[in-house]
């Protein structure tokens, strides 16, 4: 749970201000900023009020179907969804993956945020079938754009696997994260905080596979790169 929690964090929230911040003023930006602040001081009911008049300068300045109104949606599910609002967060990454997916074409980056979004709060609720499509298109789409040996295709094999460990396909799961793995450490260095992420899921697959020490020497380089950052 702490590795999707950790990827919620760092895939959900907050979808960066956009170029266009220009066409609403300086407002929009101040709005999405303070909502994010509040966010992490964990004041969720206030980042949920500044994030609703966020999403109403974005709609009234550029209209309903523009980007910045998908950012703005976005954000707020992002509040819905970390309270557990899963009723409230589903319409909205729905609405801003509709308007990405229009306005920026299917094989846009952003477009596979709001898929990867969508896929984790699916996941959330225990909901794999429907999560299972969007995390692997939400891959491709970055895969595509980055290409294959970037550190964004490393965390969505991650949020893939992490799917198929919570379902027990240890056998779908090892691959994705192995290959996520061997990205992080061509890509950051074998002593980033990343790869000790990435070894700390592969050694709790070993553990549930019954391979205790493969899992134990996993944990122990783990542990040695986070003592190192510290």
Same mark, same amino acid.
Request: aromatic share 6%; proline share 5%; net charge positive.
């Given at each position: 749970?702490?590795?999707? %929690? ?10 960066? &201000? *956009?170029?266009? &911040? ?15 602040? !509040? ?7 206030? +980042? &949920? ?14 209209? /309903?179907?523009?980007? $910045?109104?998908?950012?703005? !949606? ?31 074409? =299917?094989?846009?980056? $952003? ?21 299972? =499509? ?5 891959? +491709?789409? %970055?895969?595509? +754009? &980055?290409?294959?040996?970037? /550190?964004?295709? @490393? *965390?969505?094999?991650?949020? !893939? ?6 379902? $027990? ?23 980033? =905080?990343?790869? @000790? ?19 134990? @020497? !996993? ?5 040695? %790169?986070?003592? %190192?950052?510290?």
């Amino acid at each position: 749970m702490k590795t999707l %929690i950790t990827a919620f964090l760092s895939l959900v929230l907050f979808s960066g &201000v *956009t170029a266009s &911040v220009h066409a609403q003023g300086s407002q929009w930006e101040m709005l999405n900023n303070e909502a994010m602040s !509040l966010y992490q001081k964990g004041q969720y009911g206030r +980042a &949920v009020m500044v994030a609703k008049k966020a999403l109403d300068v974005a709609d009234k300045g550029v209209g /309903p179907d523009h980007p $910045d109104v998908a950012t703005s !949606l976005n954000n707020l599910a992002a509040l819905y969804q970390a309270q557990g609002q899963y009723a409230q967060a589903e319409p909205l990454f729905k609405r801003s993956l509709a308007i990405r997916e229009k306005t920026l074409g =299917p094989d846009h980056p $952003d477009v596979a945020q709001s898929l990867n979004n969508l896929a984790f709060l699916y996941q959330g609720q225990s909901q794999y079938p429907q999560a299972e =499509p969007l995390f692997k298109r939400s891959l +491709a789409i %970055i895969e595509k +754009a &980055v290409g294959p040996d970037h /550190p964004n295709v @490393a *965390t969505s094999l991650n949020n !893939l696997a992490l799917l198929y460990l919570a379902l $027990d396909l240890y056998e779908q799961a090892e691959p994705l994260y192995k290959r996520s793995l061997a990205i992080k450490e061509k890509a950051l260095g074998p002593d980033h =905080p990343n790869v @000790a992420t990435s070894l700390e899921n592969m050694a709790d697959l070993y553990r549930k596979t019954g391979r205790e020490k493969t899992a134990e @020497a !996993l944990a122990k380089r783990a542990a040695a %790169i986070r003592a %190192i950052r510290r």
